[in-house]
C-alpha cells in the first residue's frame, strides 16, 4: 500500500494537493479525525481491492489539536508495517497566507476562536511545527500558484519512478526576492547584462536575439558550463540521502534577460540525462 499523509497550513494548499493526487488514482479522504486513522487504514489493508493500493489522507489542525501528542506514534506504526508512507507537510509565509485570506475573503478556520487572522495563523503554525519537523517532503507554496503546485505534487509524489531526481531549475529576479524553497541559489548578476542594450531591452532571455548576444560572451559560456558542473557533482548526494527533489534557482536583476538564458541552456543539458527530470520555472518572466 502507498499511504500519502497531507497536512499543513490552512490557505497553504492543501485541497489542491489532495484533489491533485485523487487525479492521479489515489482513494482520497480529507479531514480525517486523527483518532479514526490507525483504524481506517487497518480496514483498507485487510481487503485486497486495487482501490485501495494508493491512499490519500488529509489531515487538519482542528484535528490534531486534541491528538498531537499521538501523532508521531501513530506515524511510527504505519512505518514498521508494509506500507510506503509519504507525509507532506505544506507551508507558506504569513504574508502570502494574508493576502490569500484576504483576496478570498474565506475565514481562517482558528478565527473562530476569536483570535485575529495573523493570530490565528500563528496558533495553527505552532500546533502543526511538530508535523513539519516528521515530514519527508515540505513544499513552501508562498510563491507558488495552483498549476504549480499541482505540478509539484505530481513529479514528487505520483511518479512510479521515484528514484529518478526531479531537477526544478527556476530563474528569477533578485528585486522580487529569492525564492523560498531553493537548495541552491546562483547569482548571474556578474554577466553582461541585455536590458543596457535598447534594441534588447524588451526582450528576454528566450528571445534568439538575446540568446545570441549573450552566447557571444565567453563567461556566459563559462558560467553555465561551471553550474552544470557543480549540479552534475552534487545531485547524486541527494538520492544518498533519499532526497529525489533538488531546487536550483539562477537569478538576475529582473529575472527577464540573464537569469532565463542560463535558466534554459541548463535545461537543455540535463534533460539529456536518463536519471534526472527537469522542471523549468521562469518565476518572474514577464509573458
Known amino acids: 500500500m502507498k499511504l500519502v499523509v497531507v497536512s499543513g497550513l490552512s490557505g497553504s494548499g492543501k485541497s489542491v494537493a489532495i484533489n491533485t493526487l485523487e487525479d492521479n488514482d489515489f482513494y482520497c479522504i480529507d479531514n480525517m479525525p486523527l483518532a479514526m486513522l490507525p483504524t481506517c487504514i487497518e480496514q483498507f489493508m485487510s481487503t485486497s481491492a486495487v482501490i485501495y493500493d494508493k491512499i490519500a489522507i488529509g489531515v487538519d489542525a482542528r484535528n490534531l489539536s486534541q491528538d498531537m501528542q499521538a501523532f508521531p506514534g501513530i506515524i511510527k506504526k504505519f512505518r514498521q508495517h508494509d506500507i510506503d508512507l509519504k507525509l507532506v507537510y505544506l507551508e507558506a509565509s504569513e504574508k502570502a497566507l494574508v493576502q490569500r485570506y484576504n483576496e478570498t475573503a474565506r475565514k481562517h478556520p482558528f478565527t473562530q476562536d476569536g483570535l485575529s487572522l495573523i493570530d490565528a495563523i500563528q496558533a495553527e503554525n505552532k500546533i502543526l511545527a511538530e508535523v513539519a519537523a516528521l515530514a519527508d517532503i515540505c513544499i513552501d507554496t508562498s510563491q507558488t500558484n495552483v498549476r504549480q503546485l499541482r505540478s509539484v505534487i505530481t513529479d514528487r509524489i505520483c511518479r512510479d519512478k521515484p ?3 526531479t531537477l526544478l531549475l527556476q530563474s528569477f529576479g533578485f528585486k522580487y526576492s529569492v525564492p523560498d524553497d ?28 538575446v540568446v545570441d548576444y549573450l552566447q557571444s560572451h565567453d563567461e556566459v559560456k563559462q558560467i553555465i558550463i561551471s553550474i552544470g558542473d557543480f549540479i552534475e557533482y552534487w545531485a ?5 540521502d533519499s532526497r529525489n527533489y533538488l531546487s536550483v534557482s539562477v537569478g538576475c536583476t529582473g529575472g ?4 532565463v538564458h542560463v535558466t534554459e541552456f541548463l535545461a537543455d543539458r540535463f534533460r539529456k540525462s536518463a536519471d534526472k527530470h527537469v522542471l523549468v520555472r521562469h518565476r518572474d518572466l514577464k509573458s
Open 256 to 259: 527577464q534577460h540573464r537569469s
Open 182 to 209: 531553493s537548495n541552491y541559489v546562483f547569482d548571474v548578476r556578474i554577466l553582461p547584462n541585455p536590458y543596457w542594450e535598447p534594441q534588447l531591452r524588451s526582450l528576454t532571455g528566450n528571445d534568439p536575439e
Open 163 to 165: 528514484a529518478v531526481l
Open 236 to 240: 547524486p548526494y541527494f538520492c544518498r
